[in-house]
């Protein structure tokens, strides 16, 4: 910048002289500017231009009704999906409840007891991948055979045995946690003396 500065100055124009010329050159715009406005833009010009516009694509536009028709399309779709969704999981539930109201609730406590254990045995999950993948195997497996005895409920010849047998299984998956939940706390009690007989030496 100082080397452009210096040419600037060498050629023999200094600041004064650059704003009296631009001064000058206001000034001559202001006197012939009724000059400047004379000279309008040919007919082919305006003619150009109106042909570029016809060209261009128009653009579609949608009416604000069609958009609302269309939300209320969109949230009435997914209404009836949820609803669906929503009834075809409480059949077998229903199904339960009709067979044995007893029964019906001693498997929704069991089940609400297997999720909260579920939620205990989760916490390894971090800490010991592996453990906590063969436990999960074994529950789903138990899982899976509840889960087609709810399906197979509707339609079966003895109700009441097979409901028996969802209970036991519901039992199994809760003995089975129990189980999973004592071993998780010896290995965090062995992990645990040895950290301190580790600070201790």
Sequence with gaps: MKEGRRAYLKSGLNSKTCIKMKHRLERFVDEHREEFDVYEPSPAVWQSIEKTMRN????????????????IALIIGFGLTVFRLANRGAEPEETLAQVN??????????ASLIEIKRGELKRIQKEQPQLYQE???????????????????????????????MIQNLQLQIDLLNQQLIIIQRINNK???????SITL
């Excluded at 109201?101 to 069991?110: C, D, F, K, R, V």
């Design 56 to 71: 261009e694509p128009k653009k579609l536009k949608v009416s604000f009704n069609w958009r609302i028709a269309a939300a």
């Design 191 to 197: 992990n645990k003396q040895y950290e301190n007989k």
């Design 135 to 165: 436990f999960s195997e074994d529950l789903e497996k138990l899982d899976n055979n509840y889960q087609n005895m709810k399906i197979q409920l509707g339609a079966a010849p003895d109700q009441e045995k097979l409901v028996e047998a």
């Design 101 to 110: 109201p007893e029964y019906a609730e001693t498997a929704y406590h069991m």
